[in-house]
């Protein structure tokens, strides 16, 4: 579904590079749900980035669906994003001028929204057990409440993926199960892929695939089955090991 | 309606008291746009009105500016009458009394003064366009043939001026004048006149009997009056046959109206920019101060799949519905403005056509688009991912 092909990613701020990737190649598989993990600034963020098509890579190729996004113009990332892809923010996903529905039906505001699109849009709404909150403000909402929306707006369009960055990171522990449950079953129901970036390792539950990152590259790359840890480190990656990432 | 209509109406409807103070800007900006406009046409209204119903010909001494200082001869009269052409002349002697009524003309402004014209009644009243007074003779009538001594007809406006009525005298130097009839021509030029037998303006000036300041004369060819390059034909062609005088057609009269009016317009037209660029300067700071606090939200849209021309577009509508509300306001207000001004103060009659609100619109929709171009560039421009990280 996205591959990334020794990927490297570059920020400069002022004279001084940050390597935010230095050399990511790996397969993120449809229908898989895929965490990332990794401490502050081992480049997760970026990741997700590259591979939803926000942003591109300093070097190296990052295909979707065997397109090579770096070929793709900006008009055409936009529409590849519009409609192959759903992103969910740690937050601030919301624009708070616009109900719960509207935020649902962003994507679609440019070219008209249908009312097939309204329907879906409040069917997502309540499949996250927000039918009661349909046209409150971000400002009336909860936190996991707002979360829920902006997920209920990644799967708007039935995209292929949806990427979530720390989609609980400002959540309680509580909301923040409850969030990872529903998007659970909403991946279920829509067979989409997912990827999701977060620290809290008591989230995943059976079935998925762990990929950590260190410093822009990547540490292990886990497989959990349905009974329990199978590790199955690298194997995605389909290439042996450098010796600098034997050492790590 | 259009979705990103809808959402330019609603985030200008969040930020309400910002959007009011611009909407405010751009209101007095085509408030003053009108004004100015409608000033200029008032004006031009005015000075064509006043000068349109000059139709013939006027003859002066060479170089004179006006016929007051111009002085002409009695005989010239049968030369300008056998010019091939010519219909009819009439001799005219003018004079401007500084003494009004014991006091100093001038004093009171240009309302108070008068030009006292000396006319031949049977010549002037054979005249087709005598009838700028004949037929607005309000009260008595107009002079005469067997009129003689100090008798006159004058306007309505110098009657009112001096508070006179019919059959009253108004004082006129030492000469008191009996009015004997009043006429209303509306007109600026024509109603600062006030007409008496010939011979009584040349005893009065102590002129000798042959005396004339001015002949008035008129084209055979009726044609000529609605054709002002026959009639500038014409008074070239008398120029050419009579040494020594100048002959004035309502076209020049009218071009030098409208060479002080194209004055007036470049003035104005350069005083309207001021308020456009206002305005637009209004609306440029409110959209870049909202541009500022949204680039989060604009990171959130291309994150969701908008394109950099459609958070153009969202800017774009969103200035130029500013602009365009700020427009209807301002013409709102502004009718509303000079229908009191009108009503309490000024009687200028501004004129306010459709056309012109129709381009106050257009401007103010101008108005919008450029003040919202350069932060509608800027939104379009933002970098997805930083615009995302900023919080
Ligand atoms: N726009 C940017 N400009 C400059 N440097 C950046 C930019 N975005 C990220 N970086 C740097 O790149 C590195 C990786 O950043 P990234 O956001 O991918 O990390 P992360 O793993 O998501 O961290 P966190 O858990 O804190 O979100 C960091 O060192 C960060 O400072
Ligand atoms: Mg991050």
Redesign the pocket.
């Known amino acids: 579904m996205i591959s990334f092909h020794e990927v490297h990613k570059n ?1 400069s ?1 002022f004279d001084r590079d ?1 390597h ?1 990737l230095r050399g990511v190649t790996t397969d993120i598989a449809r229908g898989d749900l895929t965490f990332i993990l ?10 997700l980035h590259l591979a939803g098509a926000l942003d591109r890579p300093t070097a190296g190729r990052v295909e979707f669906d065997g397109r090579d996004l770096t070929t793709l113009d900006p008009i055409e990332r936009a529409h590849l994003r519009r409609k192959r892809i759903g992103f969910v923010f740690q937050s601030g996903n919301l624009l708070p001028q616009l109900t719960a529905l509207d935020n649902v039906l962003i994507a679609r505001i440019p070219s008209g929204i249908s009312s097939s699109d309204r329907q879906r849009a409040r069917d997502l709404l309540k499949r996250v057990g927000l039918e009661d909150r349909i046209h409150h403000r971000p400002r009336q909402l909860s936190g996991g409440e707002a979360q829920r929306v902006a997920f209920a707006r990644a799967f708007l369009g039935q995209p292929e993926v949806v990427l979530a ?2 989609p609980t990171g400002e959540l309680d522990t509580e909301s923040g199960q409850q969030l990872m449950t529903m998007l659970g079953e909403l991946r279920a129901e829509e067979g989409t892929t997912v990827v999701i ?1 977060t ?1 809290d390792l008591s989230l995943p539950g059976p079935g998925h695939r762990i990929l950590s ?1 260190s410093d ?1 590259k990547i540490l292990s790359d886990e497989r959990i089955g349905e009974n329990g840890p199978t590790p199955s480190p690298k194997i995605a990656t389909a290439r042996p090991l450098s010796s600098e990432e034997f050492q790590t | 309606m259009n979705g990103l209509f809808r959402l330019a109406l609603t985030n200008l409807l969040v930020r309400k008291g910002r959007s009011a103070l611009s909407l405010m800007g751009m209101a007095v900006a085509v408030i003053l746009i009108i004004g100015l406009i409608s000033f200029s046409i008032g004006l031009r209204a005015l000075i064509a009105h006043s000068m349109g119903e000059i139709q013939g010909l006027q003859v002066v001494r060479k170089g004179s500016p006006d016929p007051i200082i111009s002085t002409l001869d009695q005989n010239l009269e049968s030369r300008l009458n056998q010019i091939p052409g010519v219909r009819f002349v009439a001799p005219e002697v003018w004079h401007l009394p500084l003494v009004i009524e014991n006091r100093f003309s001038y004093q009171d402004g240009v309302d108070s003064v008068v030009t006292l014209i000396g006319v031949d009644p049977a010549k002037t009243r054979s005249l087709q366009t005598a009838g700028i007074y004949l037929d607005h003779i309000q009260e008595g009538r107009f002079l005469e043939p067997q009129d003689v001594g100090r008798v006159a007809v004058l306007s309505k406006k110098i009657a009112e001026t001096y508070k006179k009525s019919l059959g009253d005298s108004l004082l006129l130097g030492n000469e008191s004048y009996q009015i004997i009839g009043i006429y209303h021509t509306d007109s600026v030029v024509f109603d600062r006149a006030m007409f008496t037998p010939i011979e009584t303006v040349r005893a009065v000036r102590s002129l000798a009997d042959g005396f004339v300041s001015t002949f008035f004369l008129e084209p055979t060819d009726p044609e000529l009056f609605s054709d002002s390059a026959k009639l500038d034909a014409l008074a070239q062609r008398i120029e050419a046959s009579i040494p020594d005088i100048d002959v004035r057609t309502p076209g020049e009269v009218n071009q030098q109206a409208s060479f002080v009016l194209q004055k007036i317009d470049t003035f104005l037209l350069i005083i309207t920019i001021l308020p456009l660029v206002g305005g637009a300067l209004a609306i440029l700071n409110t959209m870049l101060m909202s541009f500022q606090e949204r680039v989060r939200e604009i990171g959130i849209l291309k994150a969701c799949g908008w394109t950099s021309r459609d958070i153009l577009q969202l800017v774009l509508y969103e200035s130029t519905l500013l602009g365009v509300l700020g427009g209807l306001l301002g013409i709102g207000i502004g009718l509303l403005a000079a229908e009191a001004l009108d009503h309490f103060f000024l009687n200028l009659d501004p004129v306010t056509p459709a056309w012109l609100l129709i381009t106050a619109m257009g401007l103010s929709a101008c108005i919008g688009i450029l003040g919202g171009l350069y932060p509608a560039y800027r939104a379009s421009r933002l970098d997805p ?2 615009a995302i ?1 900023s919080s």
């Open positions: 920020y701020i940050v935010a990794g401490v502050s600034g081992s480049g997760k963020s970026t990741l960055d720390e970036v620290h990152l822009g | 991912i930083e990280q």
